[in-house]
């Protein structure tokens, strides 16, 4: 979100395989983590530099939590060492990553199939507004 709306979103299919839940959304944390470098790059070459580290909402805790914790996991050694990718830059302080509970999870009105009204709501959250 920037000014007020999205500026930036999409969605493909997940090149790799992931035995979990936690593991799809440590992938994906680490595609965001790409576009918010490349969006960190873009607005300083437009004389807009961010300050502070770009917040990143995840609703999978156990992503969160495996973000923070370095340590060999047997449950994890088979993810790929670019998906890690997102630690450096946590540690950096160029992003940082907090729990958003489902039901307020932005992301899911370009995911999911939602009831009329929580569309609504996200799309106006998300600063797209109708017109008739």
Not at 47 to 70: C, H, Y
Request: charged share 20%; aromatic share 10%.
């Amino acid at each position: 979100m920037f000014g007020g709306g999205a500026i930036s979103w999409y969605s493909k299919k997940q090149p790799t395989v992931a035995l979990s839940t936690m593991e799809a959304e440590y992938m994906v944390l680490s595609n965001t983590t790409h576009e918010c470098l490349w969006i960190w790059e873009l607005l300083t070459e437009l004389g807009i530099p961010p300050n502070g580290s770009t917040l990143i909402n995840v609703d999978n805790q156990a992503a969160i939590k495996f973000t923070e914790n370095s340590q060999f996991h047997a449950r994890s050694k088979h993810i790929d060492i670019h998906h890690h990718f997102i630690r450096e830059h946590i540690a950096s302080n160029e992003v940082s990553v907090q729990y958003c509970a489902t039901e307020n999870n932005l992301a899911d009105i370009f995911t999911k199939a939602l009831p009329k009204a929580k569309h609504e709501h996200f799309a106006k959250l998300l600063g797209m507004t109708r017109t008739t």
